[in-house]
Nanobody, 130 residues
Framework: EVQLQASGGGLVQAGGSLRLSCAAS????????????IGWFRQAPGKEREGLSC????????WYADSVKGRFTMSRDNANNTVYLQMNSLKPEDTADYYC???????????????????WGQGTQVTVSS
């Protein structure tokens, strides 16, 4: 079964940057890392889980929520089964637990909906101080 491990969270001042990583494992010879899209989500206390971005498995095409477009950049390293979320110009409202998720195939029309994804990693906490 596909397993995801998110890391890289921490405490940062407003305007600062963090890079989150999502290491994936559990693939088979029939279905490799390149067969799965990866999404990033976040959830702040008392709020719903918010879809932030998605990256396609093979060509690396990306989608972003308006709330992070221009500040966050997603990339993937297929050789190391890892996806990254570079977060710049962080704001206090970016404070949340961040999760990576995976699903077979490309990012679809519902990439930003958490129920779209079959596999989830544990969260990594990001705190942005003002």
């Amino acid at each position: 079964e596909v397993q995801l491990q998110a890391s890289g969270g921490g405490l940062v001042q407003a305007g600062g940057s963090l890079r989150l990583s999502c290491a994936a494992s559990g693939f088979t010879s029939a279905f490799t890392f390149e067969d799965y899209s990866i999404g990033w989500f976040r959830q702040a206390p008392g709020k719903e889980r918010e879809g932030l971005s998605c990256i396609d498995p093979s060509d690396g095409e990306t989608w972003y929520a308006d709330s992070v477009k221009g500040r966050f950049t997603m990339s993937r390293d297929n050789a190391n089964n890892t996806v990254y979320l570079q977060m710049n110009s962080l704001k206090p409202e970016d404070t949340a637990d961040y999760y990576c998720a995976s699903d077979p195939g490309r990012c679809g029309r519902t990439w930003y909906v958490w129920r779209t994804y079959a596999y989830w990693g544990q969260g990594t906490q990001v705190t942005v101080s003002s």
